[in-house]
């Protein structure tokens, strides 16, 4: 804060840090069939540091608020992990016609909750039959 009522400047310090990795792999049998799987973690983490509020001469003059702003910084806590799982197979039946079958996996952890957790598994599986005319 800073210029109004005497406060003083106090400048806020946020870090962040975030890790990713990624990999995948395809095979492919000549105009049969492609394997493939594909995988994606990440790991961020985000902070406000802590920080004071400190304004000696507006205080003098003013009653104390009733709300206590000390822990306020630990509400911007970011801290979660990520995978991403694809596994998948192409058939190709003659020419133009063909069919994909996918499984996807996804696990997310809050690892920081602060006003609920957000942590949960996601998957599904599609199939898919395509025409080429």
Known sequence: MGGQDGFSRNVLDYSSDMNALMAGFQYQAKDKM???????????????????????DYVATHPTMSFDFTN???????????????LWAKFFFGNN?????????????????YLYDTSGKYQYA????GWLF
């Open 97 to 113: 016609i063909w069919l994909r079958l996918r499984y996807h996996y996804v696990d997310y952890q809050d690892d920081a909750p």
């Open 34 to 56: 492609e394997l493939g799987i594909d995988f994606g973690w990440t790991q961020s983490e985000a902070s406000l540091a802590p920080f004071e509020l400190p304004a000696d």
């Open 126 to 129: 599609t199939a898919a039959v």
């Open 72 to 86: 306020t910084y630990t509400n911007s806590n970011l801290d979660s992990t990520r995978i991403d799982a694809d």
